[in-house]
């Protein structure tokens, strides 16, 4: 796996979010068109390996991600929407 | 047309104040055209019913297109728009016939905008992706 960086995957998550969002719209008219439905699953699929890498490597998008561990990990900065330049 | 519908409102000025009586106006979409009424002639008077009594078959469903394309909104039907009668019931429901229909077509699945062209678009569907005025107010990729 490439050692993507949290920008890439975080702008990947919303590209997918995006695409998922107007698919979805399409699919509310066209609920048996395959094609619509495998170019959702398609991308359903890459935003979950993305969400879950980002999770994995920079904590938390929301606060459902929390991983179970013995410390609360949502308030762990930056925010998901902080980016590298606010940070510096 | 445009000394024909000041005709028109002269015509309906005199019925204002010589005491305005309701005209209804059916289209007949299935009629001849008729020839071209002399102006000095009265609104004629129509029996028909009114609009919370008509058929079913004068909603826009049911009118074949062709007929609706060749069937010219009659003037009177504006005036009685315009022009309230005494009984504020009888103007209840203005427009008598439909004013204006659409159409449009059921969309199908093309081809989609490679992901990040489709997030800068803002739609993903090539289709979809139509000149808007204003556009470049904000600073796009495109």
Known sequence: MTDNNREVLMRRIQVCDFILLDTALYLNIHPTDQKALEHYQKYAEMRTNAHREFVEKYGPIVHMDYDGGDKWNWTDGPWPWQTQKEED | ?142
């Open chain 2, 1 to 142: 047309m445009e000394n024909k519908k000041n005709d028109m409102y002269n015509m309906a000025n005199r019925y204002r104040q010589n005491g305005w009586r309701r005209v209804d106006i059916q289209a007949d979409f299935n009629a001849e055209p008729e020839p071209e009424p002399e102006m000095e002639m009265e609104i004629p008077r129509l029996d028909i019913p009114r609009h919370a009594e008509m058929p079913i078959n004068i909603t826009t469903a049911e009118i074949p297109m062709k007929n609706i394309m060749q069937a010219e909104i009659p003037m009177e039907s504006f005036m009685q728009a315009e022009i309230p009668t005494e009984n504020p019931e009888d103007n209840a429901c203005g427009f008598c016939i439909t004013p204006a229909m659409s159409y449009v077509p059921m969309q199908m699945w093309n081809s989609t905008y490679e992901p990040e062209i489709g997030f800068t678009r803002g739609t993903i569907f090539p289709e979809l992706d139509l000149p808007w005025v204003g556009e470049g107010a904000c600073d796009d990729d495109r």
